[in-house]
Structures are given as structure tokens and as C-alpha cells.
């Protein structure tokens, strides 16, 4: 399998894909590996993901390095992603052993009553290319602290990252039974399943992530999905600085280049601000680096895959078509790689593709509205639920819009931000399941029930 750099279009690097027997084995080799890890303690576990976690940010540069020329991610943003996820390690190690501890719920006279909770077995971590340590890391560091052993198939546009997980864990002490990496397209993803796993926890797109459940529904295990979203944020008119509103909208829009699932997708802006946020926001946006990503002083750079200009390009020439008003971008950018301008599309509608589907890049639709009424009908009128956002003064205010919201995620005066101390869960399109917080290390257990009596 060639590995291309989206910012030149080159081949960087060929790697084995793995064959179904491949699979088989190391299937089966995990199959065996994962009883004897979940007699470990949860301390034991532990010791291995917090050394995992400081070999990471020994190795960070390359790392980063690594990230950047297989995703085209800017090498900045690949730094911030490396050392953000390391909080991962940080919530398991102060957390992990109270939530997955035993708990006694009843103890009276000769009656006892407890839970203990037991690793699921082996799992499938279909992961995605956008933020492979956040989205990796919220599955397989917590199935592995939970007792399980993992088969990690990273995509193909993160293949390399992929490797290095693997390595760096067998380097930290997770036996090579235990976590295993495979390499392949969508091939291989629909071998693995139809594979016997014990769950599934993939990452990706709405299209994906319902095939997926589709297909293992027979199997009876469990399956989570955290897929993509459209995510609203309004801007109201009693916001205290209406240029750094725009300033941190515009990034909540446009870090890594807008392909993320919690990326701010459209922006709705009260009346009484609106043509002072819209020249605020395509200055800022305007202002943006475009350029090689292994520059750390490049904001935007290319794409990772090249089909997505064409998805850009259709939302953009629709939204025109129907009276949006282009004030910046619009177009590819000449050359090599899979460049795309930052595009503002503004006095946009839900008539418009941009407001209502999935665009998972650069370009951003906005659109003025009249009252919060308004603004609860729009931010509503969408088949996902992942997140919404409301920046205003007034918390009472912002509450009652967020309240009516239909998503797992809520922000006031922020965007685009996940904390491992809350639970990352999607609705609608957006998914089912939780990751993170003590939900997310319970996703990967099991509860048995004990009812005991001495006699």
C-alpha cells in the first residue's frame, strides 16, 4: 500500500498491507494474549500506558513528523494534537482503578450484593485519519487499562501513526498478543468484520459507521460509533468583543484545515452584529497561512485526500447558485497537493448544501437570524447531534439555547474542544456510545452480578 503526502502528491513511503490470514493469526493470537492480561491488575496495566505515554513525548518531533507527512496535518497542530493527547494517560491513571474496581452495592445480615466489571475480550478499534492519537487513544489506551487486548486497524491515510502505536506499546510492556496493528483499506475493514470480535469502536463517517452496525448487528456485541456531525454555532449580539468572537469561531472552523467531527460547520450571527462579525471573521480567516505543512508557522495546509476538493467545490458553487455571497476562497489552489482556499460563504440558507451537509473541510457557511427562537430552529434542523455552540454575555440566555439542543456536546463561549473528563458521545448521525470520563472506561467492561448469602 503506497502512502502519499498530500502536500506533494508523492509516494512517501510503500507498506504490507495484511492478508486475511494475517488477520487470522494475529486475531487469534490476541484471542489467547488477552487472558493473560486481564489477570493483571489495573496497576500493572497501568504502568504499561503511562510509560507508552512517556516515550511518546520523548519521541514527539519525529512523531509529529510523521503525522504531518502521511495526513498533511501542519506540523504545529500535529505537535498540539501529540502532546494533548497525552491527557488521556493522565484521566486513566488518576481514575481507572476506582471505575473499574468491584463495588458493593448491598451488605446486609448474610446478604451481599456486588458488581464486578470484566474486560470485554477482543476488540476492533477501526480508527480514523483526522486525529488518530485523540481518536485512537479514546479507544484503545481505555479498552487496554480495562483487561483487553486490541486489534488497532488504523485508516490508511494514518498508516505510518498506526505503526508507531504499535511499537511504542510493545516498547512500554503491552505483550505482542495483546495489541496487535493491521494494515489495509476497506478491504480489510470488512474482513475484520466478519471476524469474531468481542466490539467494535470505530471512528469515521456517518456512511462507514452504519455499515459497520449494519453488518456485526447479528453478532449481539457491543459497538460504538463516533461519526461525523454539521455543528452550529450562534453568536449573539450581546457578545463583549464582536472581533475576538470571530477570531475564535473562525479557528473552532478552520484548525486542521475544518476536517474534524466536532469543527464548527455553520454559523448563525444575530442581526444587530451581523456585518460587523462578517468582516471580522474574513479578515481573520483571510489572514491564515497557507503553505507546506512541515512549516510550523503554516495555519492551512492541504487536504488528506484529494476526492474531498470535489465535495468543497460542489458545496460552494450551490451555495452560490442559490444567493450566497463569496467573500473569500472558493477554489483549489494550483500545483501540487490537495490544497483548497479557506472559503466564507456569507447570507447563506438551509436551502444551501453548506448548511446542512457534512462538508469536513475549509469552508464555512454564514447566516443571519433575527432572534434565539430563530437560531433553535436552525441550529435543530439537522440529522446529526454531536456538538453546539452559543457565544454570548448572558449565561442564563446561552443555557436555554444550549438546553434545547439535541447533541452530546454543549459550548458556551468555546468550540471545537474535548476534555477526557466529560463524555464524548454523538446522537442521531453523530453515533452512539460514550467515550472518555468514567463512561468511556466503563465502555470497555462488562458488569456481572453477584448475589451472595451465607448460610
Known amino acids: ?24 493469526t494475529k486475531l487469534a493470537n490476541l484471542r489467547q494474549g488477552q487472558k493473560s492480561w486481564a489477570k493483571k491488575t489495573v496497576e500493572e496495566r497501568l504502568n504499561c500506558i503511562k510509560k507508552y505515554g512517556e516515550l511518546i513525548q520523548e519521541n514527539k518531533d519525529k512523531l509529529a513528523h510523521i503525522l504531518t507527512s502521511e495526513t498533511g496535518k501542519p506540523l504545529q497542530q500535529s ?66 487499562v480495562a483487561g483487553n487486548s486490541v486489534l488497532y486497524k488504523p485508516s490508511e491515510y494514518a498508516a505510518l501513526t498506526g505503526k508507531q502505536f504499535e511499537y511504542y506499546l510493545h516498547q512500554s510492556g503491552v505483550p505482542k498478543d495483546v495489541f496487535q496493528c493491521v494494515i489495509g483499506d476497506g478491504r480489510l475493514g470488512q474482513q475484520i ?19 459497520i452496525y449494519q453488518t456485526v448487528a447479528s453478532k449481539m456485541v457491543p459497538v460504538q460509533l463516533e461519526l461525523g456531525g454539521k455543528d452550529p454555532l450562534y453568536v449573539a449580539d450581546d457578545v463583549v468583543d464582536v472581533k475576538q468572537a470571530a477570531i475564535n469561531a473562525a479557528e473552532g472552523a478552520f484548525y486542521n484545515n475544518g476536517q474534524s467531527c466536532c469543527a464548527v460547520e455553520r454559523i ?73 482556499e479557506p472559503t466564507v460563504l456569507a447570507n447563506c440558507n438551509h436551502d444551501m448544501k453548506v448548511m446542512v451537509e457534512e462538508s469536513f473541510g475549509p469552508i464555512i457557511g454564514l447566516q443571519k437570524v433575527d432572534s434565539d427562537e430563530e437560531v433553535i430552529e436552525l441550529m435543530l434542523d439537522t440529522e446529526y447531534g454531536l456538538t453546539s455552540a452559543v457565544f454570548s454575555s448572558n449565561e442564563e440566555r446561552a443555557m436555554n439555547i444550549l438546553d434545547a439542543m439535541n447533541t452530546g456536546t454543549v459550548y458556551w463561549n ?10 464524548w458521545s454523538g446522537r442521531k448521525n453523530s453515533g452512539i456510545g460514550s467515550t472518555l470520563s468514567s463512561q468511556g472506561i466503563r465502555a470497555f467492561v462488562q458488569p456481572k452480578a453477584y448475589h451472595l448469602r451465607k448460610t
Open 1 to 24: 500500500m503506497n502512502i502519499i503526502n498530500p502536500a506533494t502528491g508523492a509516494i512517501i513511503s510503500t507498506i504490507k498491507s495484511d492478508t486475511r490470514e494475517d488477520l487470522n
Open 79 to 144: 505537535l498540539n494534537e501529540i502532546q494533548g493527547a497525552q491527557n488521556r494517560v493522565t484521566h486513566l491513571s488518576q481514575n481507572a482503578k476506582q471505575w473499574l474496581a468491584p463495588e458493593v452495592l448491598v451488605h446486609k445480615g448474610t446478604t451481599l450484593e456486588r458488581i464486578k466489571y470484566e474486560p470485554l475480550g477482543v476488540i476492533a478499534n477501526i480508527s480514523a485519519w483526522n486525529f488518530p492519537y485523540n481518536v485512537g487513544y479514546n479507544v484503545f489506551l481505555y479498552a487496554l
Open 193 to 211: 468484520l466478519e471476524s469474531k470480535v468481542d466490539g467494535y469502536f470505530f471512528t469515521g463517517s456517518h456512511k462507514t459507521g452504519l455499515h
Open 268 to 340: 448563525y450571527i444575530a442581526v444587530g452584529i451581523y456585518d460587523e462579525f462578517v468582516k471580522a471573521f474574513t479578515e481573520e480567516v483571510k489572514s491564515y497561512k497557507i503553505g507546506d505543512p512541515s512549516d510550523l508557522s503554516t495555519f492551512i495546509g492541504p487536504l488528506t485526500r484529494g476526492e474531498q476538493l470535489k465535495v468543497l467545490k460542489d458545496q460552494i458553487a450551490d451555495a452560490i447558485a442559490k444567493g450566497a455571497n463569496l467573500l473569500s476562497g472558493g477554489k483549489a489552489i494550483e500545483g501540487k497537493g490537495y490544497y483548497f
Open 414 to 423: 468555546c468550540c471545537d474542544r474535548v476534555s477526557p473528563n466529560l463524555p
